[in-house]
């Protein structure tokens, strides 16, 4: 047995096996790893079928000590070995992996290294995906089994899923308990491609890596996989990886940044507006009270008058073929000299225009409306666009194919690329000056393909990535052109929270927050990406989920403490929607109460604009403080049973070092608090925002008006 003291923990390696057998801390075993289980797993690619081997089928396995590291040599048929090393550095156990490999093998992709930890036993796994998920007391049913064909880059699989994608960090986390922890995470800062997913093994979850195409030839991994542990919970688990993160190419801090425009950073209000339908998967006419475009500018006047400051209208479902149509998409219902003339008129009053799009999928028909896009199809030669699937078809997204069919395009295919370009420069012909292009491109994910006639490995892999910064180097030079020409700044956003490698292309991110135990949906989700990656980029939150018939004002109760600039969708009547959705839901009479949810944006607002710009716009999210005596309030609608605490509240430092607790009451009642925080005792200032804004000093307990919201701020020491 090999032993390794790391930190406050012993991790130890079967000598001939090279398997990890143990990682203990504090007297506790935290791995649940099998005497069965592999050190890694290759699948290859053979004709149409994915193949598989693993460490324990290896003809020979020999054992040696190589640079201070050590190095076990899997040895398999054909020449095929692989090298596995294993070291210590900078208080981390370190992976390393090299390859020797024959022509004859089409490796997709290694699954490396093999962690494994319980179920159960009151542990919680954090995973990096969407907003972030932490699963609570983990079942097998909480996850993907671990199989084969859960790895496969198939269309079951979906096509955004991987990093760089909507897995937009490197690494996971699992604590027991007793807040025993460990953390394993890739440190690649050049963006190439892998899986990273905790998937159900036989007697725990496997904490996964797999590493994805690149594998021609010989290879040695361009990066370590490190193991360490730490003590705590989630905050803990994700600084291990924060630490790293903020040392990488795309940790660039707001505050400061020259390209970010002012008018964005001041946080504008997003008016979500839907040109045609109410649903996606429902009928497609065009919304009568927003066009002709005068009609639009009227409701958002009234909107103005209830809710001041900067809005930025986003334009949704606007498409010529229907909502959501790609790229055969021009000219938008109402016309495109409208689209501009209603840009225009929005900038005159202080407001910009915005979009959401479609990203590179092609959509060949409509159900909603009849559209049939085949003939466009073959015009403009799309099959030359389409990604492939390992059998030679195409790929299909399958999620939507009953209502919107379309197929994944090839980022790779220059052709994909100029219609993306010539669509974002019409987009900004038309006046928009917010462009969300990359959607359905969750996370900044580029779609997999394995065709052969692209130009690209005929696999996923680092081309994936690379054809990618193609696209936003001529998005730069599209809004570096708009800058020249008219004096227009121009920002772009994706849909879902940035993939981390992706953040210096982009201003803003689609975050979709959702309270933690809401019942009606995810209830995994925890902030971390606000915690790695809020000082870096702004977030978008005119979608979201909140509980009826209280959604708005739990929705942006919550957008506030998480950072995110608010916002709501507006219904054709002029009215808010309302209920707990993450996009949209029918337009028919809306729970809850109106002018409830304009109150909870203009306290938002308020707050954000103002004193705590300095924390929820630029500043970095902290560990949250410790509240004494909250209040839980439970309720009923319908037949669902809710339970949320009646405070939400978050902790923030500023680029100044100053710390800040954030507090927002979503409820219509005044509310009382206790704090504890040693970051915020003595020499604070305590500002209130509810209908007014006033400051107060700091006191044993602490009153939020109803709707309202509170920031304790550290001042500096005179």
Known sequence: MIIFKINEGTAAFDQKTGQIVSYIKNNKELLKNMPEDPVFRIEFLDGERFIY???????????????????????????????????????ALRFRLALENGPQHKICQIQYPWIVVPYGEGGHV??????????????????????????QFEERNGAFHHYTGRTFAQFMAYYDRNGNGLAVMAQDSKGYVKQIMPVAAAKGVRLGFSHVGDWSGNRRLEYDICLRDFQGDWYDGAQVYRSWSDKQPWARPLYGRKDLPRWMADSPTFLMIRLQGALDAGPATV?????PYERLNRKI??????????????????????????????????????MELFAREQKSKGNHAGTYSNGTRWVVAHAWNGYDGTKYFEEQRGEETVCMTK????????????????????????????????????????????????DQNNGCSVFPCFSEKHGHENMPGRWMTRSL???????????????????????????????????????????????????????????????????????????????????????????????????????????????????????????GSQAAAVGMLNTVNTMRRNVAEAWLVYGKMQRPAELLETETVQWQYGKRCNELPAVFHSAWSAPDGRTAVVLANWTGEERQIKIKDARIDGGTAITVCGQDIWQCAGQERICIPALGAVLIEQRKPK
């Not at 020979?60 to 550095?89: P, V």
């Open 126 to 151: 954090l995973q990096p995906y969407n907003i972030g998920y932490l699963f609570d007391n983990p079942q097998p049913q909480d996850f993907k089994p671990d199989s084969p064909r859960t790895w």
């Open 287 to 291: 919304n009568q009270g927003f066009l």
């Open 469 to 591: 910064e193609k696209l936003f180097r001529k998005m730069a030079d599209l809004k570096e052109q708009a800058y020249k020409e008219e004096k227009r700044e121009i920002v772009y956003s994706v849909e879902g929270p940035s993939c981390e490698y992706f953040i210096p292309c982009l201003d803003v991110c689609d975050s979709r927050v959702n309270p933690r135990g809401n019942p009606n949906t995810e209830k995994n989700q925890v902030p971390l990406y606000q915690f790695l990656y809020h000082d870096y980029i702004l977030l978008n939150g005119g979608f979201g989920y909140g509980p009826e018939p209280y959604h708005l004002e739990i929705k942006n109760a919550l957008n506030l403490v998480t950072g995110q600039i608010p916002g709501a969708v507006l219904m054709d009547d002029g009215n808010l929607q309302n209920r707990d959705t993450d996009n949209w839901a029918p337009w028919d009479a809306q729970p």
């Open 391 to 438: 059998d030679g078809t195409p790929w299909k997204q399958d999620w939507d194919q009953d209502w919107r069919p379309s197929y994944t395009s090839c980022m790779h295919v220059e052709r994909t690329r100029k219609i993306a370009a010539d669509y974002i420069k019409t987009m900004i012909r038309n006046g928009i000056d917010w462009i969300q292009f990359l």
């Open 301 to 338: 006047m009234q909107f103005n008058e209830q809710v001041p400051g900067p809005v930025l209208p986003v334009l949704m479902a606007w498409e010529k073929g229907g909502p959501w149509v790609y790229p055969d998409c021009f000219p938008p219902v109402g016309g495109a000299e409208e």
């Open 53 to 91: 081997l693993d460490s324990t089928q290896a003809n020979e396995i020999r054992y040696a000590m190589q640079d201070g590291s050590h190095c076990w040599t899997y040895c398999f048929a054909e020449g095929l070995r692989l090298l596995s090393y294993i070291g210590m550095e900078d208080g």
